[in-house]
């Protein structure tokens, strides 16, 4: 790495490259016949082979290359042998005191993911995805919960030997948001692939980010520091934003940035300094002597890659904002949660309106996900949801405010739309006659009102409409209230 001149003069400009570890869906771990499972009483998935007891040897699970090819071929890398080696260190999340991971032989080589950013599509390019066991989960008795103040550690080996794809990018990212969208693609490729459940908040997807800075137009890197501990995306955005600013402060003020790893404090909003960054010579790689390379067959390679979609999230948000003139930040919203996007392009097909449909699930059902937590797959909704609600619109039955409130109780019950409707008395009131009967009564309450409106004031027009939605509950036809309102001024 050169150093950064420093020049309280200079603009700079972050330099990024991140690694994403995703546990991958497997029922048993990596290299042994342990459940795969979160929330498992502390250490009852273990085995000798998780434990490293002597005379225990792995054996490689298959559903895990399977899961590392599908993700490779999503990402045109190239998809080589799974090749196994040695990472040796000490400490006590892994009992054998190395790890089983990939060196230089990764089962995925480059490839591609591609992020929105600025309403444009950008490529950042893969170093490599290649597949490993988790560790252990080490629980630091103290205040702080980390390591410094401890007064002792617990260790729950269930997730050590889980298997893992990591998931390196080359240095292609400039900022914090383009941070954002990078993960926000991966994760949605994840789940619709469905290599990973990718929730942070349970650890079984998790990033490291590696950051330097260097004026804005230089080519050489600045000295790069390993940032850890960020346990969502709001998390990395705000650990980049204050990591990025720590070094140009360091630069501008002549400074020097040592690498090292950095630990992100949530609480406090700062990086702070863990250790010197290891190089690959102080894991002493080698080949894990229990495990023989294994050469993929070349046809179960393309029937995996025959399977896996060829367009994902933030180029099918373009394809979609392009043909239907949708608002790329909005769809953009509803292609990244995984099955949501495949059920408003369902309804569209079967009469939707494809407006409609995409502010329904930007907003009542994306804000029903969030409440429940839930997923789409979980949500009890009969086919033809949005079509009907469509339907009930454009024959007068509801408005579009009604639609949402059904929409609403149609999420929380599984029933149909229709059903709602008839059992909560929804339809919105269209019969001219009852209106004409609560407008007349509305315009005789607010005399002052209508002295404005008649005086020129437009604008109180609305203040008659509300009183008369508010009269009816919210039932009233807005379009039959203002052509009555109208007629009788």
């Known amino acids: 790495m050169s150093a950064v001149a420093s020049d309280p003069c200079v603009d700079y400009e972050a330099v990024i490259g991140l690694e994403v570890h995703a546990e991958l869906k497997t029922k048993t771990k990596m290299f042994c016949g342990c459940r795969n499972e979160f929330g498992a009483k502390p250490n009852t998935n273990v085995c000798p082979v998780c434990l490293g007891l002597p005379g225990a040897l792995p054996v490689t699970n298959r559903k895990a290359i399977e899961l590392a090819v599908r993700f ?17 260190y000490f400490y006590p999340d892994m009992p054998k005191d190395f790890q089983i991971t990939q060196y230089d032989e990764p089962i995925n080589a480059g490839g591609k993911v591609e992020i929105l950013d600025a309403g444009a599509l950008h490529t950042i390019h893969l170093t490599r995805a290649h597949l490993e066991e988790d560790t252990g989960k080490s629980q630091h008795q103290g205040v702080s919960g980390r390591i410094h103040d401890a007064t002792s550690t617990l260790i729950d080996y269930n997730r050590a030997g889980v298997p893992l794809l990591e998931i390196v990018s080359e240095p292609d990212i400039r900022t914090p948001d383009q941070a954002k969208q990078y993960v926000n693609e991966l994760r949605a490729v994840l789940g619709f692939l469905d290599i990973s459940d990718v929730k942070m908040e349970e650890g079984s997807m998790r990033v490291d980010a590696n950051v330097s800075v260097r004026p804005v137009g230089a080519e050489a890197f600045g000295v790069k520091v390993e940032v850890k501990n960020m346990n969502s995306v709001r998390s990395l955005v705000r ?56 050469t993929l067959d070349q046809a179960w390679i393309e ?99 009604l639609a949402r409130e059904v929409l609403t109780e149609v999420l929380v019950s599984g029933k149909s739309p229709r059903t709602v409707v008839s059992e909560k008395g929804l339809a919105q009131i269209s019969d001219e006659s009852e209106l004409e009967r609560i407008v007349a009564e509305v315009i005789g309450a607010n005399p002052e009102t209508i002295e404005k409106i008649r005086a020129g004031n437009k604008k109180v027009v609305g203040f008659l409409v509300g009183q008369v939605m508010k009269a009816t509950k919210g039932a009233a036809n807005p379009e039959a209230v203002h052509r009555l309102i109208d007629s009788r001024l």
Request: with cysteine; glycine share 8%.
């Open 72 to 88: 490779g071929a999503a990402v045109d890398a190239k998809i080589g042998r799974a090749v196994f080696h040695r990472k040796n």
């Open 239 to 294: 650990a980049l934003t204050y990591e990025i600013e720590r070094q140009t402060v360091v630069y501008r003020e002549g400074g020097r940035i040592v690498q090292e790893t950095r630990h992100w404090e949530e609480e406090d909003g700062r990086t702070h300094s863990m250790r010197s960054k290891e190089e690959a010579a102080d894991y002493r790689y080698f080949p894990e002597p229990d495990l023989v390379p294994i």
């Open 303 to 401: 029937a995996i890659s025959a399977e896996v979609p060829g367009v994902f999230p933030s180029r099918r948000a373009v394809q979609l904002a392009e043909q239907y003139g949708f608002d790329l930040d909005r769809v953009a919203s509803v292609v990244y949660t995984p099955g949501l996007c495949d059920w408003v392009e369902a309804e569209i097909a079967i009469g939707a309106d494809p407006l409609r449909s995409l502010n329904w699930a930007s907003q009542e059902v994306m804000a029903h996900l969030n409440e429940t937590g839930g997923e789409v797959a979980g949500l009890a909704l009969s086919k033809g949801v949005f079509a009907d609600l469509s339907s009930l619109i454009d024959d007068g039955t509801l408005s579009k405010k």
